[in-house]
């Protein structure tokens, strides 16, 4: 079975903190996405990566940035945690070119 | 850019009713259509997926799927429910590259 991974499922941080969510997949998936989920707007997409060191931003990339220098391992990075960015995280993966993406556990991230 | 609706946020059922749920998209090119659940506190599964071929699909647990181009809706079917169906369903979209949109989700509640 594909396992999807993130570090933490409950995060506490304080405004202005910089925040590290990691993420990493065992199926060696080219593919890797980065989602937050808010009640009412659903999923959206905030940065996927189809390669190591390659990135490209989704619908809602500012305050956020990524990194991918291995394959298996994909982060977010908020630079300066704000109140508005208590979200849910989800992390996914997929195989390049396939259609399915599979999804870790969630990070639930509270900003104070 | 691809993007999908779904028209109701709760839909409730009694158990053995059958049920559905509604989705529809927008696309450029050809749909990549996909349903996926998330139970309380976990990540999303996938469920089914419609590529191309027969516009009916059957997924996990029982449930179906209709695609129908000329209203550009792929709602979610199962003939019979049951009380542990109750869960967020989320429609989602790709358009051939490898990112995809989801929609807002609808909450499935099943009454004993």
């Known amino acids: 079975d594909v396992k999807v991974t993130q570090s933490s499922r409950y995060l506490v941080k304080r405004t202005g903190e910089k925040v590290f969510l990691e993420c990493v997949q065992d199926m060696d998936h080219e593919n890797m996405f980065w989602y937050r989920q808010d009640p009412g707007l659903g999923l959206r997409l905030i940065y996927f990566s189809y390669d190591v060191k390659m990135k490209e931003k989704g619908d809602i990339p500012e305050g956020y940035s990524v990194s991918r220098e291995k394959k298996e391992r994909f982060s977010l990075i908020l630079e300066s945690a704000s109140t508005n960015q208590t979200s849910m995280y989800l992390c996914?993966?997929?195989?390049?070119?396939?259609?399915?993406?599979?999804f870790g556990p969630g990070t639930r991230l509270t900003v104070t | 850019a691809q993007s999908v609706a779904q028209p109701e946020d709760q839909v409730n059922v009694a158990e053995g009713n059958p049920l559905t749920v509604k989705c529809t998209y927008s696309?450029?090119?050809?749909?990549?259509l996909f349903w996926y659940v998330q139970y309380p506190n976990r990540g999303l599964q996938f469920l089914l997926k419609y590529i191309t071929g027969d516009n009916l699909v059957k997924g996990s647990y029982g449930f179906e799927a209709e695609f129908n181009k000329s209203q550009t809706s792929f709602h979610l079917k199962k003939p019979s429910a049951l009380v542990s169906d109750s869960a967020l369903y989320f429609c989602a979209v790709r358009d051939g590259g490898n990112d995809m949109r989801f929609g807002a989700g609808t909450r499935l509640t099943v009454k004993p």
């Open positions: 696309v450029s090119g050809n749909p990549y």
């Open positions: 996914a993966s997929s195989f390049w070119g396939s259609y399915e993406q599979y």
